[in-house]
């Protein structure tokens, strides 16, 4: 039961980053592999305040969440101005920076050795130990999401959005200012990026840079793009398919040392295969194809 | 400035250019910006791994045998992999997200059959190595420096003078238009990334021969070399190794001003500061081909 409970927080973790990232990428048509840097910093951060100033939870998370924001602001308002494979590399730079700060400056982040001893979270004199409570908090939070791309997606801000990632010249001839539209949703998607970080930072109650790596950056796009980019579920059907297959190598007696790498392999090639045959994913909408467009 | 600062920078210089030729080449011809190129220069450290250690070759021919054997890998990704996806008319975002796919694959291939535990590849003691005008240069320096020039000018005069070097300028600058004048563009295709993937693989070895093997390992380099061949022009012939002699010493000399730890900051911020100020890079024109 609580192997169960496990695999639900984390599938609801993994669909608020998949989620925030198909604002970005599905519904805008920005890939960014930098996903994992604000998920990290979200963690990071929230950890830090937590077990050096002792503020309570909903400060942290609010802390964070913006700090993230900031960030995907800084990264984002440069990297925009080019084009989008070009962006991809400037997030990729990003990325790889993000992970050997975290790891290199070991007197404020503790380098290798992460920070333990994450404080159980606190809400309004309401202490949350258990995984039932852990998995009702993270699932406010993850149906938050939900419901704020829903609302992103079905307004006039969501309709400019996808015409950006249709045709981005027609979008910026009806009058649309096309860059503070990209930069604006960046960081939104990375601002809810680094809430999924303290999400897991208090669920796991440790953190360390391996979570943080490109690896998991391209784990997170991959589970857009196998969802479907550019669909509200894609991102729900993505996570728990995505997170739920290498569990069940476990059952089939799978020394985990190998496992580990086996599950890599999966979806690495399952993001191949995928682009090969089906880029719009299981339920998606877009195939990140610009015929129409390539300046 | 102390002259083993200007010694490191060109050392450091030489194998992002060689990243930075490969990448740089399979961005013009094949269109692709090719992540998977970092598991390209980690194999090649592998298979001279594996052919010194299990084939017990010695480490001079195994490191030249690596070489091929790992370009023909990268062959066999455009032959397999990417030409199949371009004619169901894959572009670039979706062949650059189908080079993470590979890049993730392969790098666990490597962990899996080596494990993800440090292996070494030279069989020597580290040596000195000898002095020059003050600054320590150590032999494999020396051939990273020598190999990295040899490559550019086996580079420059095999795509001026040989026809299939003028194929690749052809497809690259219109792919369309070198078919119908009778360019084989799937071959052309196919030998530029055996090529690309040579030049990374040559750093690979280099790399390896200096720090040693992970299977994680070509992560680093390859952003460097990619950052040197954005800001150098990728377009052009010798911007890449331009740009790699110009991060490399704004990366050195920051270095030596104020300590190790922010090599990879001054490489982004230099990237940022390019890609606003000069997105074509240092020798890049200013031609936006536009087919709409």
Known sequence: ?295 | MSSQVIVNAVVAASWYALIALGFSLTLRTNGLLNIAHAAVLALSGYVAFFLKTTVSLPLTAAVIFAVPITAGIGGLMEFAIFSPMRRRGARGLVLLLSSLGLYVVLQNILSLVFGDDLKILRSQRVVEGFNVAGARVTAIDAMALASAVALLVTFVLFVKITRGGRGSQAVSSDCELAAVSGVDVGRVRVVSLCIGSASVAVAGVFIALDTDLVPTMGLHPLLMGIVAALIGGSRSLLGPALGALFLAVVQHVVLWQLGAGWHEAVAFVVLLGFLLLRPEGLLGKKVRKSTV
């Open chain 1, 1 to 295: 039961m609580e192997y169960l409970l496990h695999i639900l927080i984390l599938i609801s973790i993994y669909v608020i980053l998949s989620a925030s990232l198909n604002l970005v990428a599905g519904y805008t048509g920005l890939v960014s592999i930098a996903h994992a840097a604000f998920y990290g910093v979200g963690a990071y951060v929230a950890a830090l305040i937590a077990l050096n100033l002792h503020s309570p939870f909903l400060i942290n998370i609010l802390c964070a969440g913006m700090l993230g924001g900031l960030l995907g602001a800084l990264v984002g308002i440069p990297s925009l101005r080019i084009r989008d494979d070009y962006f991809v590399i400037a997030t990729f730079a990003f990325q790889v920076i993000t992970f050997s700060i975290l790891n290199n400056w070991v007197s404020f982040t503790g380098g290798p050795m992460g920070l333990p001893g994450i404080p159980e979270p606190v809400i309004f004199g309401l202490r949350i130990s258990s995984h039932v409570g852990f998995l009702i908090l993270v699932g406010f939070f993850c149906g938050l999401t939900l419901w704020v791309c829903h609302r992103i997606v079905r307004s006039p801000f969501g309709r400019v959005l996808k015409a950006i990632r249709e045709d981005e010249v027609l979008a910026q001839a009806t009058g649309k200012n096309v860059a503070a539209y990209k930069v604006l949703v960046f960081v939104i998607g990375a601002g809810l990026a680094a809430v999924a970080g303290v999400m897991y930072a208090y669920y796991i109650s440790f953190i360390d840079p391996t979570s943080f790596t490109v690896m998991e950056s391209i784990f997170i796009i991959s589970i857009v793009i196998i969802g479907g980019a550019g669909s509200l579920w894609g991102p729900v059907v993505g996570a728990a398919v995505l997170v739920t297959i290498p569990e069940l190598l476990r059952f089939i007696g799978m020394p985990s040392s190998v496992a580990a790498n086996v599950r890599q392999i999966l979806y690495g090639g399952l993001l191949v295969v995928f682009m090969m045959w089906r880029p719009q994913g299981f339920v998606g909408e877009y195939t990140f194809q610009k015929d129409t467009l390539q300046g």
